[in-house]
């Protein structure tokens, strides 16, 4: 059974920081985050390939968040930089068995969610 736990969420002033973490059972190639805020679509943040940490950004957070991975912990983190308002969401960790061909995992690749995490960044 798969289980997400997510937890470093809060409410910061914009250009703080945060970081996530997400501890995973079990093991998956793809580990990642998504977003949602209210009245729109979900949305890829960050994801890691992770047999060569491989990553990939969502264009709006590049240069701010890095995703990372701890193996022997089975868990992975969000460092969230130079908040904006923007990224105001709830924030949910995210799995998945296989990556495309060249190891990369892209948003279609991720399967399971946890429960969510909510950020707010005020102005």
């Known amino acids: 059974q798969v289980q997400l736990v997510e937890s470093g969420g809060g409410s910061v002033q914009t250009g703080g920081s945060l970081r996530l973490s997400c501890a995973v059972t079990g093991g998956y190639v793809c580990m990642g985050w998504f977003r949602q805020s209210p009245g729109k679509e979900r949305e890829g943040v960050a994801s890691?390939?992770?047999?060569?940490?491989?990553?990939l950004y969502t264009d709006s957070v590049k240069g701010r968040f890095t995703i990372s991975l701890d193996n022997a912990k089975n868990t992975v983190y969000l460092q969230m930089s130079s908040l904006e308002p923007e990224d105001t969401a709830m924030y949910y960790c995210?799995?998945?068995?296989?990556?495309?061909?060249?190891?990369?995992?892209?948003?279609?690749?991720?399967?399971?969610w946890g429960q969510g995490t909510q950020v707010t960044v005020s102005s």
């Open positions: 995210a799995v998945g068995p296989v990556a495309l061909r060249g190891g990369l995992c892209a948003w279609s690749s991720f399967q399971f």
């Open positions: 890691i390939w992770t047999p060569a940490r491989r990553t």
